[in-house]
């Protein structure tokens, strides 16, 4: 059975920090690509930063560069979002979702919509 299970998420203060956790279980996750995604309320499905099966590439949304890091300890299976100078825009359900097979399209990133492999989501909120 294939798991994404997210925690870390809640209520912080604007300039606070948080760190997001998806921990990854039945499938390969080291050859996966992984990705966040975020959902502010009232509004559609934003992607926010993606990273290479090794870690050693990653991109990110420009309303984040700067205060995001995504990143990943295949030897744990868990991939991170560490999330800083939080303001009250970036307040929204918080995805994982994972790419596991990206030799199948060729190495193109996929587009959110495609991500096969999605976890439950978990709410961060950022009061002002």
């Known amino acids: 059975e294939v798991r994404l299970v997210e925690s870390g998420g809640g209520l912080v203060q604007t300039g606070g920090s948080l760190r997001l956790s998806c921990e990854a279980s039945?499938?390969?996750?080291?050859?996966?690509?992984m990705n966040w995604v975020r959902r502010p309320p009232g509004k559609g499905l934003e992607w926010i930063a993606s990273?290479?099966?090794?870690?050693?590439?990653?991109e990110y949304i420009d309303s984040v560069k700067g205060r995001f890091t995504i990143s990943r300890d295949n030897t744990k299976n868990t991939l991170y979002l560490q999330m800083n100078s939080l303001k009250p825009e970036d307040t929204a359900m918080y995805y994982c979702?994972?790419?596991?097979?990206?030799?199948?399209?060729?190495?193109?990133?996929?587009?959110?919509?495609?991500?096969?492999?999605w976890g439950q989501g978990m709410q961060v909120t950022v009061s002002s």
């Open positions: 979702a994972a790419d596991p097979s990206p030799e199948q399209t060729g190495g193109r990133w996929l587009l959110p919509d495609e991500y096969i492999y």
């Open positions: 039945g499938f390969d996750f080291s050859i996966s690509r």
């Open positions: 990273i290479s099966e090794s870690g050693d590439y990653t």
